[in-house]
């Protein structure tokens, strides 16, 4: 009886140890549409889509004041610069590329890039299940004119 025992056992402690164990997934902490956006603190919206078209407006009338600054661009229409931006996880904000670079001038890269910089930062979005702080990208269309 008791060698009956002692092999139940051992089968048991065998199969148990040779069955594959199911890892944990990591939960994704990726960015999506339904965790909550990054809001600009300069804009005092509580709706975020009120909050995103203030920004919008005070990035475009920025680059419209530099561009007439530095005398680059006139009324005539010539090409749309998609410039990548970033805010990241402490809520900074960078360009991370561009799309859609020919026959631009080095001037825009460089305008575009002082008004990113001179821009305050803003609340980093979070993972609505997780409330963690993630990176999000999103492009925004700039027009050139001649």
Not at 10 to 29: D, Y
Not at 38 to 46: A, G, N, Q, T, V
Not at 49 to 56: R, V
Request: with cysteine; net charge neutral.
């Amino acid at each position: 009886m008791k060698f009956w025992q002692l092999f139940l056992v051992s089968f048991l402690f065998i199969i148990g140890c040779t069955s594959p164990k199911t890892k944990p997934q990591a939960p994704n902490i990726n960015w999506t549409e339904m965790d909550e956006p990054p809001i600009y603190l300069d804009c005092p919206k509580d709706d975020i889509t009120q909050n995103w078209n203030c920004f919008t407006v005070l990035i475009q009338t920025k680059l419209e004041n530099k561009f007439r600054l530095n005398r680059i661009s006139s009324l005539e229409l010539m090409d749309t610069l998609f410039v990548k931006l970033k805010v990241d996880t402490i809520g900074q904000l960078s360009i991370s590329g561009y799309s859609n670079k020919n026959n631009i001038s080095p001037e825009i890269f460089s305008s575009v890039e002082e008004v990113v910089a001179s821009l305050s930062k803003f609340q980093p979005a979070f993972k609505t299940n997780l409330e963690v702080p993630v990176e999000v990208h999103w492009m925004l269309p700039v027009a050139i004119y001649k």
